[in-house]
């Protein structure tokens, strides 16, 4: 009787030490998994914080001036004048009727194959 | 056994052999119990004996994280980063687990020729567990040292502070030190606010902190810094400085001081010289105090915009004369005593108001305490507690008391915004919160009245020059040319010049103060006084920043017509 529970015993602590190493090294494994992830996250955030900052030193006024300055003659830029500003006051009305002769003057032109704008263009010197 | 002397038949007692086995495994039993007992005592002391030992986890008298503790990002007004936190590899070493260390001198050596033989032999020498060998390395250099395979040398990665903007905000930011503490400027601040607490309370290490939002536009900050650049160069001064408020709210737009330093390199901010003259130099203002003295009077009531003062002759005090630069030498209105600079009619101005109201008025606008402000960089202002008679009248033009730009500026933002004193800030504020702390320092006729009169001197008088660089911004300003005292005297050559101005004035948003120390004309038809180099860059900036800050130019005159008070109109 004591002898059949004896073995039991020793069975179960037998299974049950092979059950906690089993346990004992899933764990280790996890706890490296774990230790490998924060690493690459930590390296992650350490790549990521260099790419933030190139960001910045890239989207700096005083980087970006430099730049503009160097293109200025090529893409025909320079910093606004006051007299480039201009406002919806600045527009005129719209007249209160249409120029009807104007427009009729202009379509006789056309269908004579004058197109004012051409002398407009000549006399701005655009092709 | 006992065997006695009576002869009686000894007693023979024998144990049975059932009994001897007991008596056996119970004495077992009792080495058995007693040498667990001991066994397990032993196990038991050595854990209480572990549990007592302290793990030293502190690198050199720091714990090991506040190493690595990070700091929020600091953004400017739109969000662009002005400071930001960068991991970077720092090389440590453990000298009791450095086996040989004449070879990891020379193989450290290789990759780190910089290092001094000596000093880092008797660096790895011991029995300490942890010294710094050398911080902020970049991962390339990481790479290296880790490929020599040497034992007892390892990295960590520590934050580091990075400033993109260089030079252009320094003053602002102020920098930290190695170990990541702010040192000066606003940095300074933020660590005796709540990060301090924070990162001793354990919440503020590695991990993503708040961003701090200030006020500064670093649009605005670049064009100042930019002009403020090119004014010590074009004028050979010896050094500049700038600041403009948005006088609403007193948030701080842009701040520059020069010569200035690289936050990046915080060695540099100690070269001489480079103190922020905003607010850590004071200075003798000059004729740009003539608006205090204009706006103090016209608020008191003692005189009019309408009043007309003797300036005719110069104003004795005992020994000296006090006599105009460009004198008219005539009768002349309060708007000409400000549009022509004139000392003698503001010395009248001022004792029409009576010397110690004018005093008291300097108090009430906090020209002689502090500015309450962020910066730890700050220093008092010397305006005497008592006014002389003549000391007065030297006060009334900005001579015999010393203020910062800062003070400078607050006061003409308080002027022109309808006459409330809002304490200058570097942080975001809105309007709301900024009206809460409103104080009424002039009434908003007077405030009016100033405006008035500092948009004539644009048109007609000494701002000029300025005015033809900001035409269509109704930009408005005085100047002021003080003298500087050498060998104790009032020396004509060297001076230090200033430009206050406001604008858009029909409606005015920002208030702007521009410095240019000790300079030279810049070619022979132009002349040295503020109007030539102060007025000049607050003209240059006003043009370029108006557009970015939603200024649109107008260059009706009904805007400047309308400026005009109706008692005069």
């Given at each position: 009787m004591i002898r059949n529970l004896n073995i039991i015993l020793i069975f179960t602590s037998v299974l049950m030490l092979a059950g906690v190493y089993t346990l004992k090294f899933a764990i280790e494994n996890t706890a490296n998994e774990r230790a490998a992830l924060i690493a690459q996250i930590d390296s992650q955030q350490g790549s990521l914080s260099l790419l933030k900052a190139d960001e910045a030193v890239l989207s700096q006024p005083g980087h970006i001036a430099p730049i503009v300055e160097r293109h200025a003659m090529a893409l025909d830029i320079a910093p606004v004048r006051q007299e480039q500003f201009g406002s919806f006051a600045d527009l005129p009305m719209r007249p209160a009727k249409p120029n009807s002769a104007a427009m009729d003057s202009l379509f006789t032109a056309l269908e004579a194959g004058i197109?004012?704008?051409?002398?407009?263009?000549?006399?701005?010197?655009?092709? | 056994m006992a065997i006695t002397a009576d002869g009686h038949a000894p007693t023979i007692a024998l144990d049975g052999a059932r009994k001897v086995r007991g008596n056996l495994t119970q004495a077992r039993i009792r080495w058995m119990i007693l040498a667990l007992v001991l066994g397990f005592g032993l196990v038991g002391g050595r854990l209480v004996q572990l549990g007592l030992v302290e793990t030293d986890s502190a690198i050199e008298g720091q714990a090991r994280d506040v190493i690595t503790a990070t700091r929020p990002p600091i953004l400017d007004r739109n969000g662009l980063e002005m400071a930001v936190d960068i991991r970077?590899?720092?090389?440590?070493?453990?000298?009791?687990?450095?086996?040989?260390?004449?070879?990891?001198?020379?193989?450290?050596?290789t990759v780190l020729p910089d290092l001094s033989a000596d000093w880092l032999r008797e660096r790895l020498t011991g029995e300490q567990g942890f010294v710094w060998v050398q911080r902020e390395l970049s991962p390339a250099i990481q790479e290296r040292v880790m490929r020599l395979g040497i034992p007892g040398i390892d990295f960590i990665t520590e934050s580091k502070r990075f400033y993109?903007?260089?030079?252009?905000?320094?003053?602002?930011?102020?920098?930290?030190?190695?170990?990541?503490?702010?040192?000066?400027?606003i940095e300074r601040h933020m660590d005796g606010e709540d990060i301090a607490l924070l990162q001793d309370l354990g919440l503020a290490r590695g991990n993503a902190l708040t961003p701090v939002d200030l006020s500064v536009d670093m649009r605005v900050q670049h064009v100042m810094h930019e002009q403020l650049v090119d004014a010590l160069q074009r004028y050979s001064a010896i050094a500049a400085a700038g600041v403009m408020l948005d006088i609403h709210t007193g948030e701080v737009i842009a701040l520059a001081s020069l010569p200035d330093f690289d936050p990046n390199q915080p060695a540099t901010a100690l070269v001489k010289d480079s103190f922020n003259r905003i607010t850590a130099g004071i200075f003798e203002p000059g004729s740009i105090f003539k608006t205090v003295t204009m706006a103090g009077a016209l608020d008191s009531g003692a005189v009019r915009i309408t009043d007309s003062f003797d300036a005719r002759f110069g104003i004795r005090f005992g020994r000296y004369t006090i006599d105009d630069f460009h004198g008219k030498h005539r009768i002349l209105s309060l708007p000409e005593v400000y549009k022509y600079s004139s000392n003698i009619g503001t010395i009248r101005v001022m004792q029409a108001m009576g010397k110690d109201n004018f005093r008291a008025f300097l108090t009430r606008i906090g020209l002689d305490t502090r500015v309450p402000f962020e910066l730890p960089e700050m220093r008092l202002p010397t305006v005497p507690k008592e006014l002389s008679e003549v000391g007065a009248a030297t006060a009334s033009f900005g001579h015999g008391l010393s203020v910062s730009p800062l003070h400078m500026v607050t006061a003409y933002a308080a002027f022109v915004n309808g006459g409330n004193y809002i304490a200058p800030t570097l942080y975001k504020r809105d309007l709301a919160t900024a009206q809460a702390q409103y104080r009424r320092v002039i009434s908003p006729q007077a405030s009016d009245e100033v405006r008035y009169l500092m948009r004539l001197n644009a048109l007609e008088g000494s701002g000029s020059q300025m005015n033809k660089a900001a035409l269509g911004y109704r930009v408005g300003g005085k100047t002021g040319t003080a003298e500087k005292v050498v060998d104790g005297r009032y020396s004509s050559s060297k001076v230090t010049n200033f430009f206050g101005s406001a604008f858009p004035l029909d409606n005015p948003r920002y208030a702007m103060i521009i410095m240019v120390d000790e300079p030279k004309a810049e070619n022979a038809q132009q002349g040295t006084t503020a109007g030539w180099n102060a007025g000049t860059v607050t003209g240059r900036i006003v043009q370029r920043v108006a557009p970015m800050l939603g200024v649109a130019p107008d260059f009706a005159e009904i805007l400047d017509e309308n400026l005009v008070p109706p008692a005069i109109r």
């Open positions: 197109d004012p704008i051409d002398a407009i263009l000549e006399l701005e010197g655009i092709e | 970077v590899p720092s090389l440590f070493a453990e000298p009791r687990r450095i086996i040989d260390v004449q070879e990891a001198v020379r193989k450290l050596r993109p903007g260089m030079n252009e905000a320094s003053h602002i930011l102020g920098s930290t030190n190695i170990d990541n503490r702010g040192i000066a400027g």
